[in-house]
């Protein structure tokens, strides 16, 4: 079975290469859903796909091939290539960013999940703009998500939708596949139209240092204003939502708990409503007062993948909410904390937004 990978930080098409210099390598998935990898590395003692600690050794052929099947499990499955102990970034293997840094990944086809297909509908368009930061003083960076008839003399909602800890602005739409998600809801009517902005919440306030609180700052400060002035965009509470992943979640939760009167929909993926290891929760106070949680917000919504290494938290978070009488929605999906559980999360989401 051959798969296009394709979002990718690099290419739309496969990269073909130049088998009569670099020989004939990369990689095939199998109709099992197994993947089998040729790498060329004739001076290496040994070449392994390394998913986080399971290692899965390939095998020297003639030539300096090294080959192997590997089963890799179903959905967005980032590994690291080992040679010689070595983590090597494959240019023949498709490139993503994450885990801090550029990796290779291979998306293996998911049966019956295919709402996340290019054919037979209309796409939206991600665009890329740089915004100035009063916060960071600098200039910042965000992708945007139109609809595919996106009309410049109509007005939209807006969801703001956040990646997690290691990875940026890009996730959503190269890992998550967000904007193709969102195509294939409104060509069958759905979810409503509506924009996505994506920001970088891993901001560096100086090098080497990521602080994740300074991300809310900056949405309230300087990425809302910017993009109430760029796009025809509603402006109140109930055409306004935000969402996001893992650590994108944390910062979810402060700024819509903490900013009621800005946000009418909250979306906390694989998420925490209270940081795992402990910090100061002065935005958990609106959940004191079920009244006002529950006449701020039309949806509140919180899911997690059955296998998440968090899922701890979650059930703490659930233990927290027991006697509090606010109106929640709580999902599980199938997976760890993984780009397939947060795609589950979005395709699930989306349809619940701005009163369609």
Partial sequence: MSVQPLD????????????SRDGNQGFEVLADGRVHFRIMAPNAREVAIDQF????PLEKKDGGMWEGTVDLGRGFQYFFLKIDG??????????????CRPMNFID??????????????AHGAVARHYYPSSVTGRTESCLVYTPPHYDANKK???????????????GWVYQGHAARIADQLLARGEIQEMIIVMGNGMVQVEFGK???????????????????????VYTDKWHRAMAGL????????????????????????????RFPRGS???????????????????????????EDQFYASFENDDEMLKDKQVNMIRRTFPGGHDWGVWRRCIHDFLPMLFGK
């Fill in 8 to 19: 990718t930080a690099v290419s739309f098409d496969m990269y073909a290469g130049e088998p």
């Fill in 53 to 56: 600690g399971n290692v899965k």
């Fill in 86 to 99: 070595a983590d090597v970034l494959n240019p023949y293997l498709p490139i993503g960013y994450g885990c």
């Fill in 108 to 121: 293996v086809p998911v049966p019956g999940e295919d709402w996340d297909s290019l054919e037979g509908v």
């Fill in 156 to 170: 939209y909602p807006v969801l703001y939708l956040q990646h997690g800890y290691g990875e940026n602005e890009t």
């Fill in 210 to 232: 990521m602080d994740r609180m300074v991300f809310p700052e900056i949405l309230l400060k300087d990425l809302i204003p910017y993009i109430e002035k760029t796009y025809p």
């Fill in 246 to 273: 893992s650590m994108g979640s944390y910062q979810t939760s402060i700024v819509t708990l903490s900013n009621p009167d800005l946000f009418g929909y909250a979306g906390i993926f694989s998420g925490f409503l």
């Fill in 280 to 306: 100061e929760e002065k935005h958990l106070a609106l959940l004191e007062d079920s009244e006002k949680f529950n006449e701020s917000f039309r949806v509140f919504y919180r899911a997690m993948g059955t």
